[in-house]
């Protein structure tokens, strides 16, 4: 069949119209052909015929502007989830092709219930963005945003003049935009900040009203953002307060996790998950779990390259967590990433303390990826934990779910 005849109604809806803008197929057509082909069946002669005019799914730098904007019109009413791609390539995108490109989207933006922006290029990817400022997004429930290493602050204030004002989801990789009207971000239940290492000027001493205008904020996550961010600087006085946060993911390089949940009200949180990498954040974090967060249901803590006294120290909060709670959550879990399983052996606590609450403990020792003869030595150790319920260990990327039975067995 000729993708011109295939109906469009179909494909829109299987492919969720996900348009990628020019210069995408020199980055990366091989996997693109490979999801179509995974995605929709229907498609495998089309587009093992005809590789650039993948129509509905993935607009090109080769696909006329008139072709585009016919099969937009043909889309009819669909939703669309629209993929904004701005790859590196050797020709640079023009300034005169971006602007084309979203004067044909314009007018179908209002049915966008899904955007991202991905750019390789930060000039490039800054007036893409900014454009976006002079859209109606009426339906607009999740915005991804990935700018490109190294972080530059946007000098951009995106929704601006049409303010979204059904997010729900909001995602910034490497990057922060800004806005004047922070009343349209009361509907966002979900809110991810991932690499950032910096705020724009305007946002500096901003946090305590940002978290303000979130009210409704149930899930947030701060990743791998930097130890210097504003977040921690300006809040030493000050109380953030969200009310229905019901889960938080907190992950800092070299930073303090403790000092930011010191601040933190969420007397709802239910579910907690914190990766530490520095031995005098774990103790206070166990601590400020058993008095800040009394309904927290399922606690997972990781440590990356823990010593001997990052173990102890660690077996010591959660001891402390089944004294003043009696018990420990089905929910609760424990990781050490990089620990040596030997240095697990030599720690006493590990067989008395706490062990025949917790439900599950997680041992990664990196040395034991180099050659798999190490693997079953080293696992000996689990053979002292008899109320242990379970344990997993990765290896070379794979999980292997450890019984005690199992691990008698190599002894």
Known sequence: MAIESFPVEVLCRALRAVFISPNAVNAGMPVQRDVLRSVCHLWRDAIDHDAVSWAHSFVTYSTPPEQLRMWLLKSRNVPLAIDLHFPNTHAPLEVQTIHQLFFILAPFMPRCQQL??????????????????????????????????????????????????NLVNLSFHRSFPTWSDKSSFSGVRSLTLSNITSFPRPFLGDIKEFFDSVPNLEHLAIKHVDPHMVILRRTASTRIVLPRLLQLEFAMRRARCSQFLSVLSAPNLEGLALTLEREEDVLPCLQQCGSLFPSVLCLQLACYFPSYTVLTTALAGFSALVQLDGRLSPGFSLAFYGASLYCVDLCPDLARVCVAELPRILVEDILCRRSPTNFAPDLRVYANLPSLAYAEYSLSGGQVLCRPSFVESLV
Request: hydrophobic residues 40%; proline residues 10%.
């Open 116 to 165: 991202r922006v991905r750019v390789a290029n930060n000039k490039i990817g800054t007036h893409a963005v900014g454009l976006l400022a002079d859209m109606r997004l009426d339906s607009l429930s999740t915005v991804d945003i990935i700018m490109a290493p190294p972080y530059q602050s946007p000098r951009f204030d995106t929704f601006a003049r049409t303010p979204p004002r």
